[in-house]
Structure formats: structure tokens, C-alpha cells
């Protein structure tokens, strides 16, 4: 995390379902205050068994402040999504709308799936970034600033699909990029970290003891541990990074459960 940036708030729950729980009211607030303030909210998702759990969270009825957040104002994108069809099973796409488009009133046409198995990535990474650049307001350094970014974290540390070793990581000018991944065998289409880090706020929600090395590199005072930790570029410049960890994940790192 940069110098410049505010460190990130980190909080600690004891279980998975209460990082979720956790997250999913932040989640709330944040989509409320945006649409207070500004009439719209600017939403990126992510994939992943870690966003799975948060999606189906926001959709349990008769959670708190359930009845008031104003999905009808949420603008939807994708911070990354994999090279299959949107009805695929391994599409971020697919999962988001089963476990959460589909089950509150977003409208549709403020859904915007990326087209990652478009024929041309590399085009369609170009329009995809246009699209943001229409909806999402930039201010007067250009770079379009959502209120929120949600991402979960792999074990190397990778965020959306920016994986270690990856041209994608060094991206300043482009805000969606397309690349190959080589320890996936695969193209992925993501944001870069000049469109994440111009976000409001960033929510990382991490649980599970596979992902308690990464934090502990992540949240260490030591600078060569996050040398090839993707989730170390991440340092919003003037908006604020939440990190939402269970036990488990912290394990490693000198943080506690909060009490
Ligand atoms: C993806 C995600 C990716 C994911 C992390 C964490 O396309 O898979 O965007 O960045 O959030 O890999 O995934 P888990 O929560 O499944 O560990």
C-alpha cells in the first residue's frame, strides 16, 4: 500500500459467516450513502467462492436494513471475469446474477457484464472500459471513481484477475485490460489498478486458512513480502480500503478478532 494512501481499516470476525455478515452490512451502507449523496451507486463485483457467500448474505430476507437499500439506483460491473459465456458455470457473471441479480430489483439494463470470451479481448476490453467511462463520473484527472469495489483475494495474492508476474500488474494508463494468465492457462479480462485504486471505497473480504499467508504478507511491515502480492497494489488514493477477515485468514497476521 502506497505511502500516500490512508491504511486500511482491518477488521476481524471469528467465522467466515460473520466476516460475511460483516461485510454484507458494510456493503449496504455504502450502496445507501452513495444514493444519498449522489443518486446512483457505482458497484464493481468480484467472483469467487469468498463474493458467493457475501451475494447470498444480501439476499437472506429480513436482514437489517434490508427493505432499504435502493438497488433500483445500483449501477453493476465487473471488476474480472473469465474467458467462458456469461451461462456458464465458471463465469462471474452467472454466479452474481444467481446469487445476487436475480434475487433483488436491479434493473437489468444497469447490469454490465463483461465479455470476456469476446472473439477480439483485447477490443473488448477497450469497450468495456468506454462504457465505464460513460456511466461511472471520473473527476478531473479522468479516472472514473466507483463507491464501491468488492474483491476476494487468492492464496498468491492475486485481486480480480491481476495474478503475480502478470503484464497487467504494471498497467498505468489502461483501466480494463485483458491477459493471459499462465498458472490458470487462461485470459482473463480485468480491472487495472488505476481503476481500482481511484475507487470510494474498496471492500476485501478474505476468509479461510489457505489465504493466512497472503494477509500476513499483506498487512506486515515487511516490504519485499509484497513485492509479488497483487493485494499490495491495492491503495485507494483518496478513498478508503476495508479489509474483512475471519480467524482463520488472520491467523498468521498481528491482527485479533475484534471483541
Ligand atoms: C475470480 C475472482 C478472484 C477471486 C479470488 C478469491 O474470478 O476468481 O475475481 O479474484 O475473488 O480468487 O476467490 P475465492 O474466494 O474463491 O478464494
Redesign the pocket.
Known amino acids: 500500500m502506497s505511502a500516500q494512501s490512508r491504511s486500511p481499516s482491518v477488521l476481524v470476525e471469528d467465522s467466515p459467516a460473520q466476516a460475511t455478515q460483516v461485510a454484507a452490512d458494510l456493503f449496504k451502507t455504502i450502496i445507501c450513502e452513495a444514493v444519498d449523496r449522489r443518486g446512483v451507486c457505482h458497484l464493481a463485483l468480484?467472483?469467487?467462492?469468498?463474493?458467493h457467500a457475501l451475494y447470498q448474505c444480501l439476499t437472506v430476507p429480513g436482514q437489517v436494513g434490508d427493505a432499504d437499500v435502493p438497488w433500483r439506483k445500483v449501477e453493476v460491473f465487473f471488476?474480472?471475469e473469465?474467458d467462458v459465456p456469461h451461462d456458464h458455470v465458471e463465469s462471474?457473471f452467472h454466479m452474481a446474477q444467481r446469487t445476487l441479480l436475480d434475487n433483488v430489483p436491479i434493473e437489468p439494463s444497469r447490469v454490465h457484464a463483461m465479455p470476456a470470451d469476446a472473439e477480439d479481448l483485447d477490443q473488448a476490453a477497450i469497450d468495456y472500459e468506454r462504457i465505464i467511462r460513460r456511466i461511472v463520473p471520473a473527476p478531473a484527472d479522468g479516472v472514473p471513481g466507483f463507491d464501491l469495489v468488492l474483491?476476494?483475494?487468492?492464496g498468491d495474492g492475486?485481486?480480480?484477475?491481476l495474478f503475480p508476474g502478470t503484464e497487467a500488474l504494471s498497467e498505468r494508463k489502461k483501466l480494463v485490460v485483458a491477459q493471459h494468465v499462465p498458472v490458470l492457462g487462461r485470459r482473463r479480462m480485468t480491472f487495472t489498478f488505476p481503476l481500482l485504486n481511484a475507487a470510494r471505497n474498496v471492500l476485501l473480504l478474505v476468509t479461510?486458512p489457505d489465504k493466512a499467508g497472503a494477509v500476513a504478507k499483506l498487512l506486515g511491515e515487511e516490504p519485499t513480502a509484497k513485492e509479488d502480492l497483487p493485494a499490495a497494489g491495492i491503495s485507494p488514493a483518496e478513498g478508503k480500503l476495508v479489509v474483512i477477515l475471519d480467524a482463520q485468514a488472520a491467523r498468521l497476521a498481528s491482527v485479533k478478532p475484534a471483541k
Open positions: 468480484s467472483g469467487g467462492t469468498t463474493p471488476g474480472d473469465r462471474n474483491l476476494g483475494m487468492g492475486h485481486v480480480a484477475s479461510g
